[in-house]
């Protein structure tokens, strides 16, 4: 497979396997990162904690060999890049899937207007 991966001025190099594309903040300039051409998903498993109403439920998110064998393809194509995905993927892949951050400002704006850290991810 052709996976597409960005490099930012930092030298941070990512592959986005989101479902949209990314809109990153990379010092003046605004970048728009698109999808690898994969998407890395998981499963939800919810178990019921207390049952009743209301019901409490521990929700784990859940790799699975796909997702697994993209990564691998990812790192075989680009050894060195940071795989970003949602927070759910990030969950499911720990360590090997990071999630985005907002730039300082723009934490709390609708998602047209956000803005991505190239240089701060969230980790599991």
């Known amino acids: 497979m052709n996976f597409i991966s960005h490099t930012f001025t930092n030298g941070v190099q990512i592959v986005n396997t989101t479902p949209h594309e990314i809109t ?3 010092g003046e300039q605004i970048v728009q990162v698109p999808n690898c051409g994969t998407i890395i998903n998981a499963k939800v498993i919810e178990t ?5 109403i209301p019901t409490f439920v521990k929700t784990e998110f ?20 940071i795989i970003v995905g949602s927070i759910i993927a990030a969950q499911a892949y720990p360590g090997k899937v990071v999630a985005m951050t907002p730039m300082p400002g723009f934490e709390r704006v609708a998602p047209a207007e956000k803005r991505m850290n190239p240089a701060k991810f969230t980790i599991f």
Request: glycine content about 10%; charged content about 20%.
């Open 24 to 26: 990153f903040q990379d």
């Open 48 to 52: 019921i904690i207390t049952p009743g």
């Open 62 to 81: 859940v790799g699975d060999i796909s997702g697994e064998s993209a990564i691998t393809e990812i790192k075989n194509h680009f050894p060195n890049c």
